[in-house]
């Protein structure tokens, strides 16, 4: 990296998305030789006050115990923490600045000093952390960047208010808006998948042949202990809206002319201008209540963390239709769920049978399907028709299937997602991060749908079963099913 001093500022250091992702991110970037040891910083700010000794206790905590500790106290020396007074005190992003300056100064490195504000922080703060850092701590010499994380507002509106924002302090180049779903391989594997050489997929991939896509995003975990958040903003905002949609607008949208930035982009933007906002009718929430089996786990309204009224969704399916040759009414039927039975992320094509097929399938199952998995682990899955062993001409749906957890297939570094895209940021590629009318547009999809789902009662679903009933009735509706057939 052409830097002489490399200085990721993680905002919200002291929260749970820092300790549990985001500095065992950059930990596993320093450990595997991705980021300059010797020129680069990694410095927590945040409002709590902590001793040095507290703040690095906190941080190892979400750090693999396995780690090796030489090369993690290594990492600690590197992870300075700044406390600010405020959110929106000048002198505190003063100290920030000169501590950076320090640290850059004592470098030895050539090249231009490189600054990456991480910013994971409520948005009711983001406007002034953002004036402060363009006022005071953006290098005047420097490259400086602001990765920002979700929640990209809670409506079109909102997300446009931020875009302005942003857009009145940084240039476009300098904004890197994360979706950490975009560095997923799961998610990613779809280029290549489509536009690879795989004549048997992209040709195939279309309303011709396909009656119906899912996404089946289930979590055997609630929402404990994040209910000032999910009370807020509910499961559609937190994962369907911009995780899901992701998958699906790479998985739906037409061949990029190339895989520039430019040409990316372009196809994902057209792909969500096609796509039809979601009817709140094609919409069912949930919220979880007791389990009856096991007293631990508790109905989301028993959270110490969540209002006694809520009525917030931590459950909720969708069908979404995409206006365009290639998808005109085939449905996208997404599920997305906490404290279910399992734990499963997954996008799937349902083929359609051919009305002249000699062999119906004895299973029932209307045709075969090819799924690109991430959880419980990280597979592509085709299920073929073909002949059961044994006497006369049964058929099967049998699984053709690759597992990347077999080394075979996988480097020996694999980084986790938001390992990919801070390496991306600090590298300065944003073809994995969302452009602003992108991260807008996305929102039109799902505004009306959200806004009345917030004005019902959320049907309810016991915890660790497969959501509520009531979902059945919709896809018996809609002809799916979301089993795989595995
Ligand atoms: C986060 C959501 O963005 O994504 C969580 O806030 C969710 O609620 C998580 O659990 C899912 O990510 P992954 O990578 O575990 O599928």
Request: aromatic residues 12%; hydrophobic residues 35%; charged residues 30%.
């Amino acid at each position: 990296l052409p830097f002489r001093h490399v200085a990721i500022v993680v905002f919200g250091a002291s929260g749970d998305l820092a300790k549990k992702m985001t500095y065992p991110a950059l930990f596993s970037l320093m450990a595997n030789n991705m980021l300059p040891k010797d020129r680069t910083h990694f410095i927590g700010a945040a409002r709590s006050k902590y001793k040095m000794e507290d703040f690095h206790k906190k941080i190892s905590s979400g750090i693999k115990q396995s780690s090796d500790q030489q090369v993690l106290s290594k990492f600690l020396e590197k992870c300075p923490y700044i406390s600010l007074s405020a959110y929106d005190d000048g002198p505190s992003y003063q100290r920030l600045d000169s501590e950076i300056a320090k640290l850059e100064s004592q470098s030895t490195g050539s090249g231009k000093n490189l600054r990456v504000y991480y910013i994971a922080l409520p948005p009711s703060v983001f406007g002034d952390v953002s004036e402060n850092l363009r006022k005071y701590a953006w290098h005047k010499e420097g490259i400086n960047r602001i990765i920002v994380e979700k929640p990209y507002g809670k409506d079109y509106q909102s997300a446009k208010v931020l875009s302005n924002k942003l857009a009145s302090l940084f240039t476009e180049e300098e904004v890197f808006r994360i979706d950490h779903y975009l560095g997923k391989d799961s998610v990613k594997s779809v280029l290549p998948l489509r536009f690879g050489a795989n004549p048997f997929l992209s040709s195939t991939w279309s309303r011709e042949h396909v009656q119906y896509v899912t996404v089946n995003f289930k979590e055997a975990f609630g929402a404990e202990g994040r209910g000032g958040y999910f009370d807020e903003f509910g499961i559609i905002r937190d994962v369907m809206q911009n995780h899901l949609m992701q998958w699906i607008i790479l998985a739906g949208m037409e061949r990029p002319n190339s895989l520039s930035v430019k040409d990316i982009h372009q196809a994902k933007l057209k792909f969500i201008n096609d796509c039809r906002p979601v009817r709140p009718s094609d919409v069912i929430i949930g919220q979880y209540t007791a389990s009856s089996k096991d007293p631990n786990k508790k109905a989301y309204k028993d959270d110490e963390t969540v209002k006694k009224d809520s009525k917030a969704s931590t459950f909720a399916t969708a069908v979404l239709y995409i206006d365009n040759d290639r998808w005109r009414d085939v449905p996208f039927v997404i599920r997305c769920g906490k404290a279910l039975d399992e734990t499963r992320a997954e996008l799937t094509l349902h083929y359609k049978t051919p009305p002249d097929s000699l062999f119906p399938s004895e299973s029932g199952r209307t045709g075969t399907t090819f799924t690109i998995r991430d959880h419980p682990e990280k597979s592509h899955v085709l299920t073929a028709t073909t002949k059961k062993p044994g006497r006369g001409f049964t058929v099967l749906n049998a699984p053709l299937s690759i597992d990347f957890s077999n080394p075979k297939y996988t480097d020996s570094y694999v980084p986790t997602a938001y390992e990919v895209l801070i390496y991306d940021a600090v590298r300065g590629d944003h073809t994995w991060f969302v452009p602003r009318e992108e991260a807008e547009e996305a929102w039109r999809v799902w505004d009306d749908a959200i806004k009345n789902s917030e004005s019902r009662n959320p049907l309810k679903y016991e915890y660790g079963s497969e959501g509520p009933k009531e979902e059945k009735d919709l896809l018996k509706q809609l002809g799916v099913e979301f089993e795989t057939g595995e």
